[in-house]
Each structure stands twice: as structure tokens, then as C-alpha cells.
């Protein structure tokens, strides 16, 4: 019983905390608002599913989930080869909201928020913007 006890607790010690990658998902999306993230918290142990949607910076990736009686747009920006951190999240958000943009007739952003970023080990900055209508 000791032994298991022991084994039982040298792997919980030794194993890799769970991933604080976060998901897209418009039932989240309010619980996320209500205790935001910063881009100090890009770095996680596994690529959430919103930064696998996009695979250069150039992709316009963006999609519209209906929830509640809302309409949520979500929105990917990725910037590569930026050495400046404050300039690499800048950016990354820029994109994002211009995804935003694109899906929108009505051409503002108002209300527009960043939900989460996400930072490689190579540098790449990803950020998801969202627009709740």
C-alpha cells in the first residue's frame, strides 16, 4: 500500500501540469472575459486548436458561432520573424481584428476584444480576437 501511495505521487509530481491551452468556444467566452489573460501568458505548453486554424501570416482565418442568441466572430493573427515583444502582440492583435473586420458589413471594431495569445518557441506570436453581436 506504502509502494502505491509512493508511485501514485512521484507521478503526479514528476508529470507534466495539464496544458493551459484554451479553446475557442463561444460558451466560454464569457467566463474568459470575466478573468482575462495577457500576453505575459502566450507561453503554453500546448498550441490551443485556435492557432492550429492558421498556417502563415498571410491566412485570413475566421469563423461566426452562434450561442445564446449572440452571434460570436472569432478571429487568428499570427506575425513571424518580429524580435520586439511589445511590437510582436501589437501586431499579432492587429491581425486578428482585421480578420474580424473582414467578416463584418459594417466595417467597425467596436466592442472587439483579444481573448488569447498564444507564442511558439520559434517566436511566432498567435492572438484570438473576438466580436460578440
Known amino acids: 500500500m506504502k509502494l502505491t501511495i509512493a508511485v501514485l505521487a512521484a507521478v503526479f509530481l514528476i508529470a507534466p501540469a495539464p496544458s493551459r491551452a484554451w479553446e475557442a468556444k463561444a460558451s466560454k467566452v464569457a467566463e474568459r472575459l470575466r478573468s482575462p489573460r495577457t500576453p505575459a501568458d502566450a507561453r503554453q505548453r500546448r498550441k490551443p486548436g485556435?492557432?492550429?486554424?492558421?498556417?502563415?501570416?498571410?491566412?485570413?482565418?475566421?469563423?461566426?458561432?452562434?450561442?445564446?442568441?449572440?452571434?460570436?466572430?472569432?478571429?487568428?493573427?499570427?506575425?513571424?520573424?518580429?524580435?520586439?515583444?511589445?511590437?510582436?502582440?501589437t501586431a499579432a492583435e492587429d491581425r486578428a481584428r482585421a480578420c474580424l473586420l473582414e467578416t463584418k458589413s459594417s466595417g467597425t471594431l467596436e466592442g472587439s476584444q483579444i481573448l488569447d495569445w498564444y507564442l511558439n518557441r520559434r517566436g511566432d506570436m498567435y492572438a484570438l480576437a473576438v466580436l460578440i453581436r
Not at 51 to 65: G, Q, Y
Open 50 to 89: 485556435w492557432a492550429k486554424k492558421i498556417r502563415s501570416p498571410e491566412d485570413k482565418v475566421r469563423w461566426s458561432v452562434g450561442h445564446g442568441g449572440k452571434t460570436y466572430l472569432f478571429g487568428v493573427g499570427l506575425v513571424r520573424g518580429v524580435d520586439n515583444p511589445g511590437l510582436r502582440v
